[in-house]
């Protein structure tokens, strides 16, 4: 497939009862770029894929029916651990689309970090080596 390595990695993929909402939000408050938006002959965002600044690539596609997500179960599912530049400049980011960020924590790793939840409720923690 275009644009894929050969060399092994994981990719996240995340199911969203809105796959174009969500992905509208992950780009706006945390500043992904676009990499594919597939879309149903409705308008429905079947696929997408999103790419970090640091390389990675997180893929999104909307699930059928049946899906109860995080924020419809009342827990948390999974973590998205993604490591950043400028931890303080991403969570006042974040912050500022309204979301519901931690307190910055300083990890006896040497890395400080914080999390926040998106709008259905996967949660995502940021780190910055110190």
Do not use: K
């Not at 651990?81 to 519901?100: F, K, M, N, S, Y």
Request: hydrophobic share 40%; with cysteine.
């Amino acid at each position: 497939m275009p644009g894929y390595s050969a060399d092994p990695q994981v990719v996240p993929y995340l199911l969203y009862e809105d796959a174009g909402a969500a992905m509208d939000w992950l780009i706006a408050a945390f500043g992904f770029t676009e990499r594919v938006r597939d879309r149903l002959g409705d308008g429905t965002v079947r696929h997408g894929e999103l790419l970090l600044d640091n390389g990675g690539v997180i893929m999104v596609g909307s699930a059928g029916a049946g899906f109860r997500g995080p924020a419809r179960l009342g827990e948390v599912t999974q973590l998205q651990c993604i490591t950043i530049t400028d931890l303080v400049a991403h969570r006042e980011r974040v912050h500022a689309t309204g979301a519901d960020v931690s307190e910055i924590a300083i990890r006896a790793n040497r890395a400080r970090s914080y999390t926040v939840d998106d709008p259905e409720g996967h949660r995502w923690y940021f780190s910055e080596p110190l």
